[in-house]
């Protein structure tokens, strides 16, 4: 994606504190993009595939946990932190996998979310479906808004930010409660 990739994921972890010591989750971390950028924090990785897990650990440090998304291995409230890049339209729930990143955040936590959306508007729902195929190799199930939103109710605040023609939103908080 020319480097888009990156340019959003800096701006991702641009809506988080990254201070040493903080305990930061990536959730889906992938063959960690997000961890690598991640280095002074706790950081503990989370991924479905052996495989994507063995990548991010070659990349960056922290722990690495085979888990699946909708049921984190970790008690409630263990986390400062919990980011998510491109990994939503992956799941067959989203808010679900978001309801269990709120889960193990500590009250006042962060979450930051970033995901390709779907789309409403006729141009944006054609720019979508060129990106569906020919990026996405129409592998994807994508959020819509609206739930993201609904997902957020756990959080102070609903923050958007727009990139990539709007196609991509960038969706943070914090977690309700001191």
């Known amino acids: 994606m020319m480097g888009q990739y990156d340019r959003l994921r800096d701006q991702l972890l641009g809506k988080i504190e990254i201070t040493k010591g903080r305990r930061v989750l990536d959730m889906a971390s992938g063959t960690g993009y ?3 950028r991640l ?3 706790d950081l503990v990785c989370t991924d479905i595939s052996i495989e994507m897990i063995r990548r991010a650990r ?3 440090k922290g722990d690495f946990v085979l888990a699946d998304a909708y049921r984190r291995p970790f008690r409630d409230g ?3 932190t919990a980011v998510s890049s491109l990994a939503m339209h992956e799941v067959a729930q989203p808010s679900d996998v978001m309801g269990e990143m709120f889960r193990v955040l500590r009250p006042g936590g962060e979450i930051a ?3 390709v959306v779907q789309q409403t508007k006729f141009s944006k729902k054609v720019l979508l479906e060129i990106f569906h ?3 996405e190799m ?3 199930t994508y959020v819509d808004i609206s739930g993201l939103k609904d997902t957020f109710r756990a959080a ?3 923050n958007v930010q727009w990139e990539m023609f709007d196609l991509v939103a960038l969706v943070w908080g914090n977690k309700k409660g001191q």
């Open 34 to 36: 997000l961890a690598e």
């Open 39 to 41: 280095g002074m924090v």
């Open 58 to 60: 070659a990349k960056s």
């Open 78 to 80: 263990v986390f400062d």
């Open 113 to 115: 979310v970033m995901d």
């Open 133 to 135: 195929t020919f990026v």
């Open 138 to 140: 129409r592998t994807a």
């Open 156 to 158: 102070d605040g609903f």
